[in-house]
């Protein structure tokens, strides 16, 4: 099981992770390469304004591809299986790696475009299909453990690629090209090791119809002793649908069966992306600066971010006996805190020696509580929520949430904080705390339930008396 996680998240949510870090460390040498290619193909210079488009078109294209990616995961998860669907969804990366590799000697900055597109696709097919895999292989008792690998690798993929992106290794100006293109070498490793593991069990009974294979696949991952109480609970879950065919994504807004499921989905997606991370992260330098950190030490300290998400996603495997609900509504009402403490030290940053320090612990400690509930629970609970007939429709739509949410983000941050400075994070702890009310007050607790009796539970919800 620790190795099917480990071959399934290398190439899954790893990829997510490395290449939303590493587009940062080339910035300048990225910049230089678009005012030499225009200069030579139109013999004259690039204007600002051109060149800050372009540059925005670099990085933002990765989330436009990210949705599409989103839009196609889970129709490749039927069609191709889940392990199906990963495999095929290294060839995009591989193309993708190719193409960002020989934009800077071609002299071609387009194809650094279609590269990061491509990318976006893998990324968002990752992030559809891996928790998929996991949660439909996982036995329920080690699912919510099993399922922070989606996290794990998520954060070892950002720590990663900025480690990689420091300019003594591959963020200096000679190599960005190959930091780039390094995201072939994931999709190689998984190609490698995923074909090893069998395909999701309930997939091949349940979609499938395939008893046999699915036996096999269980006796796999479960041992030949332990796989019989799991075999049980499929099939009563394939006894429940009665030959139900997998849903399309529309199809889920008109069934009432699911209804608060996927509106609790698309909150808690919503709100994952929403919480303010990004805000810390741009607010990171400026408090490192005024706690008294040199220019060029920033990037070795902001590498302690990424050890902290880590650690946390680590911890989290663990923590994840004290039950799904109780860390996610912690980890928001903590992040709700620590917003508060932040504007009060940033409004007061020039006062007081101390209060540098203080902004700086608390953007550590709200990197733990993203860390502890929504980024490690949010996918987790994704995969319980739903059926096998509905599951992989519901990543689609919340990949499709997350990926719009991270554009409009992405688009809308940098107005957000020029226009109210550093009391954004007042809308941030709003929002934290309005996600965690929500998750109160609606979501049960679904650690060590079966797919159906969490379902049971949401029929209360979703038909009042007549459940």
């Not at 690629?161 to 300019?167: A, D, K, N, T, V």
Request: contains cysteine; aromatic residues 12%; charged residues 15%.
């Amino acid at each position: 099981l620790l190795l099917a996680v480990c071959a399934v998240g290398i190439g899954g949510t790893f990829q997510y992770g490395y290449n939303v870090s590493i587009i940062n460390a080339p910035t300048q040498h990225i910049h230089k390469f678009l005012n030499e290619t225009w200069s030579s193909r139109y013999q004259k210079e690039l204007s600002a304004d051109l060149l800050t488009f372009l540059w925005s078109v670099i990085a933002s294209i990765f989330s436009l591809g990210g949705l599409c990616g989103a839009l196609i995961g889970g129709s490749m998860a039927i069609k191709l299986g889940r392990k199906g669907a990963l495999l095929m969804n290294n060839v995009i990366a591989i193309l993708a790696s190719i193409l960002m590799g020989i934009s800077f000697p071609t002299g071609l900055f387009e194809l650094l475009i279609a590269g990061r597109f491509l990318i976006g696709i893998n990324s968002g097919i990752g992030l559809c299909v891996q928790p998929l895999y996991i949660g439909e292989f996982a036995p329920k008792h080690l699912r919510g453990g099993l399922a922070m690998g989606t996290s794990i690798f998520l954060t070892g993929g950002i720590l990663t690629g900025q480690i990689i992106g420091l300019r003594e290794l591959l963020g200096g100006e000679k190599h960005w090209p190959l930091l780039l293109s390094s995201s072939c070498i994931p999709a190689l490793a998984q190609l490698l090791f995923l074909p090893w593991f069998p395909e999701s069990p309930r997939y091949l009974l349940i979609d499938r119809g395939d008893e046999l294979s699915c036996a096999k696949a269980l006796k796999r991952f479960h041992g030949s002793s332990e796989y019989r109480r799991e075999m049980e609970d499929i099939q009563r879950e394939c006894f429940a649908l009665d030959g139900e065919k997998p849903k399309k994504p529309w199809q889920l807004f008109t069934d009432h069966s699911v209804r608060w499921q996927l509106i609790t989905v698309i909150v808690m997606t919503m709100g994952q992306q929403l919480s303010g991370i990004n805000a810390i992260y741009f607010y990171a330098t400026y408090v490192f600066e005024q706690a008294g950190i040199m220019a060029e030490k920033i990037p070795y300290v902001t590498l302690g971010t990424g050890v902290c998400e880590c650690l946390t996603a680590l911890s989290c495997v663990r923590n994840n006996y004290v039950g799904r609900r109780c860390l996610i509504i912690g980890g928001y009402l903590l992040m709700t805190l620590w917003c508060t403490v932040l504007t009060f030290s940033l409004t007061y940053q020039e006062l007081y020696s101390w209060v540098p320090y203080m902004s700086m612990a608390c953007v550590f400690a709200f990197i733990l509580s993203f860390g502890l509930g929504p980024g490690g629970i949010t996918n987790t609970l994704t995969a319980e929520l739903f059926v096998q007939s509905s599951r992989p429709a519901a990543y689609m739509i919340a990949g499709t949430v997350s990926w719009i949410s991270f554009f409009t983000v992405g688009m809308l941050f940098p107005f957000i904080v020029n226009g109210l400075k550093q009391y954004c994070f007042v809308v941030f702890l709003l929002e934290c705390f309005f996600v965690a009310a929500f998750i109160f007050l609606i979501i049960p607790e679904t650690k060590n339930k079966s797919f159906l009796e969490i379902k049971k539970e949401f029929n209360k919800l979703n038909f009042g008396r007549n459940a």
